[in-house]
C-alpha cells in the first residue's frame, strides 16, 4: 500500500466482475482506514496502537458472529460472510500496520519481507480467494508479486519514508554497498548508491517475474488486471534506472504514456 495512498491493488477496477467490485471496496475500505491509524495525523504511538487494537476487537465480534460496534466492521463482516472469507489476512494487516508504530528499521531482507508477508500479501490471497483459487502454487505465485510491489513502493519512497523517519532498505544492504543514512537524508546519488539501488532492483525484478506466471493462469478480467499489476510495477523499475537511481528528486510514477505502453506489452504478456 501507501506511499501518500499507494495501492496494492485497484479499487473497484474495471476490469473487475460487477459482483466483486463493491466487496473489494469494502476490504479496501478497511485496509485504507486501518494503514491510516498507522500513518497519518499527529496521534502519539500509544493512540495509534490503541486504535488499531480496537480494530482487532471489532474482528474478534465477527468471528464471534456477534455485530460489531461501527458501520464499517458491520458492512466489512456482511462482505465476509457473503464471500466466504476468513479475518485471518485482515489481521496479519493489522499485525503490519502495528509494527509500523513501532519499527523503524530492518536488519535484514528476511526481516523485511516477514513484514511483507503481513503487509502486502493478505491482499493478494483475499482477491484469489474471491475468484475462488487456492492453489498452492497461485498462492505462492500472488505473494511475490505483493511483496515485490511492497518493495517496488518502498524504492519509489526512499524520501517519502525518510520524513517519516522510516527506512526500508536493509540495514545489511547499506552496509554492504557503504551507504549510510546521512546518504539518504542528503540525497546523495553516487556510485554507492547506484549499485545499492540496481541491487534492489534486480531483487524485485525477479521477485516480480517469479510471480508473473499467475496472470496467465488466471481467466477473464482478473489476469488482465493481474498483467497491468505486474507491468505497472516491473515499469517502476525501468523508471528508476532510467532516471539514474535518483528517486529523491522526482518520485517515479506511472504517466499516460506508461499506461499505453503497459496496455501494448499486456498483449504480448509472457509471464
Known amino acids: 500500500m501507501p506511499n501518500s495512498h499507494y495501492e496494492n491493488f485497484p479499487v473497484a477496477s474495471p476490469f473487475l466482475p460487477p459482483a466483486l467490485r463493491a466487496p473489494v471496496r469494502d476490504i479496501y475500505t478497511f485496509a485504507r482506514s486501518a494503514d491510516d491509524l498507522a500513518d497519518e495525523g499527529d496521534a502519539s504511538p500509544e493512540q495509534r496502537i490503541a486504535a488499531l487494537n480496537y480494530y482487532e476487537a471489532e474482528l474478534d465480534l465477527v468471528d464471534a458472529g456477534q455485530p460489531p460496534q461501527t458501520a464499517l466492521f458491520r458492512q466489512l463482516a456482511h462482505t465476509l460472510q457473503a464471500q466466504q472469507l476468513p479475518t485471518r489476512p485482515l489481521r496479519d494487516l493489522l499485525s503490519a500496520f502495528r509494527q509500523d508504530v513501532v519499527q523503524t ?64 532498505l536493509p540495514q545489511e544492504d547499506l552496509q554492504r554497498f557503504g551507504v549510510t543514512e546521512e546518504d539518504i537524508a542528503l540525497g546523495r546519488v553516487e556510485q554507492r548508491w547506484a549499485a545499492l539501488m540496481q541491487f534492489q532492483i534486480d531483487r524485485a525484478r525477479q521477485m516480480m517475474l517469479d510471480g508473473a506466471p499467475l496472470a496467465r493462469k488466471l481467466p477473464g478480467r482478473m489476469g488482465w488486471e493481474l498483467r497491468l499489476i505486474v507491468l505497472g510495477g516491473l515499469r517502476i523499475l525501468e523508471k528508476i534506472e532510467a532516471a539514474d537511481f535518483d528517486v529523491f528528486r522526482q518520485r517515479p510514477k506511472l504517466n499516460a504514456f506508461d499506461w499505453l505502453m503497459m496496455g501494448w506489452r499486456s498483449l504480448r504478456f509472457v509471464g
Not at 111 to 134: H, Q, T
Not at 154 to 168: H, M, N, S, T
Open 105 to 168: 528499521r530492518y536488519m535484514s531482507f528476511e526481516a523485511l519481507l516477514d513484514y511483507c508477508n503481513r503487509s502486502a500479501n493478505p491482499v493478494g490471497r483475499i482477491m484469489l480467494a474471491l475468484f475462488g483459487e487456492s492453489a498452492k502454487l497461485s498462492l505462492t505465485q500472488s505473494d511475490a508479486i505483493c511483496s515485490a510491489l511492497q518493495i517496488i513502493n518502498f524504492l519509489q519512497d526512499v524520501a517519502i519514508d525518510w520524513e517519516k523517519a522510516r527506512v526500508y
